[in-house]
């Protein structure tokens, strides 16, 4: 008879992947006493310790604890498919599901959407996580989440992308910029001007390919892996910046007026979409979410998202229950 449970071994994944039971505790909002003595309580019924406490560093798995650890991650993923079939036989979308966002725009547009999916989906039990774009693809291939809300940046060819909407680049200055007032941007024309640069994995890829396309390089003046900051040290005259969603006023954190200008010339649009494993159409509340998250953004529901094209769904091959 088993007498541990698939709860203890989902805190177990949280501190294996975290390294901290505080981390842990934040990660899936579970009290640290709790999982502490979940983990206290695998060992013991397993036999063997799975981490190894280091009180300046956190914990560190075993090799026993790292072998249990991806065990653990197949059991509660087999686990999770239970609840995908009873879907299919009640027609019902219900269970967890654990929703990854691109940090960049998480904050605009992952709690609206959230609320009125679990409005219209009370049966299931949604948790988000704000993540960079290299953290989404490992989290996708480590169960880790179901679906992210993220740009087609790098996708892998293990993955499937759903486009939602196309958002073309524009630039951010402030009101006392040489480049304040025009109509458009082209990369020739930011060429001399110093530049805060999003300095996020694959995003800054992205911009800096609009100048390594016409053979020149930007003046990186300023790095920020932080969207908030980066529009306050353009508002403070910094440099300009460039981004693919636009903020709902024009005013920087501090409060200080910018300018958004749309770039001219060959430089690629991002799709904003939802990146999931190839087999995510097995999940009724994936389906569902897609669904949902399209009717979003085609009533204009979601901030600076424009319409989507209604036969997307027939071309990804992911049918709705």
């Known amino acids: ?31 640290s006493p709790s999982i502490s003595a979940a983990i206290t ?15 300046a560093q956190g914990l560190s798995l075993t090799q026993g604890g790292r072998q249990m650890l991806e065990q653990a991650r197949v059991v509660l993923r087999e686990a999770g498919l239970l609840m995908d079939i009873a ?19 998480a904050q605009m547009v992952l709690p609206a959407l959230r609320r009125s999916f679990e409005a219209d989906y009370p049966d299931v039990r949604l948790r988000q996580y704000e ?8 989290g996708l291939r480590r169960s880790e989440i179901d679906v992210a809300l993220t740009y087609d940046l790098e ?43 999003l300095d996020l994995p694959l995003s800054a890829d992205y911009f800096l390919s609009f100048f390594a396309g016409t053979g ?18 353009v508002a403070n005259g910094y440099g300009y910046s460039i981004a693919n969603v636009r903020p709902l006023n024009s005013l920087s954190p501090d409060g200080k007026p910018l300018q958004f200008i749309p770039m001219t010339g060959p430089v690629r649009a991002m799709k904003m979409g939802l990146l999931m494993p190839r087999d995510a159409d097995k999940s009724n509340a994936v389906r569902a979410f897609l669904q949902h998250s399209r009717a979003a953004v085609a009533r204009g529901d979601l901030p600076g998202l424009g319409r989507v094209d209604a036969s997307a769904d027939a071309r990804d091959g992911l049918a709705c229950p």
């Open 41 to 55: 309580q695998l060992e013991q019924e397993f036999g063997l310790p799975l981490f190894v406490r280091q009180h």
């Open 1 to 31: 008879m088993l007498r541990y449970t698939l709860r203890q071994l989902e805190y177990f994944v949280a501190v294996g992947d975290t390294g901290s039971i505080a981390k842990a505790s934040e990660r899936i909002n579970v009290s």
């Open 131 to 138: 993540l960079n774009q290299a953290d989404i693809i490992s």
């Open 216 to 233: 020149t390089k930007p003046r990186i003046a300023e790095r920020t892996r932080d969207m908030a900051v980066m529009r306050s040290l």
């Open 87 to 105: 879907g299919d036989i009640s027609g019902s979308v219900r269970g967890p599901m654990s929703v990854g966002c691109l940090v960049t725009f």
């Open 155 to 197: 996708v892998p060819a293990d993955l499937q992308f759903a486009p939602l909407v196309e958002l073309p680049p524009f630039v951010l200055v402030n009101e006392a910029h040489p480049l304040a007032g025009r109509a458009g941007v082209s990369v020739a024309d930011l060429r001399d001007h110093p530049m805060v640069l």
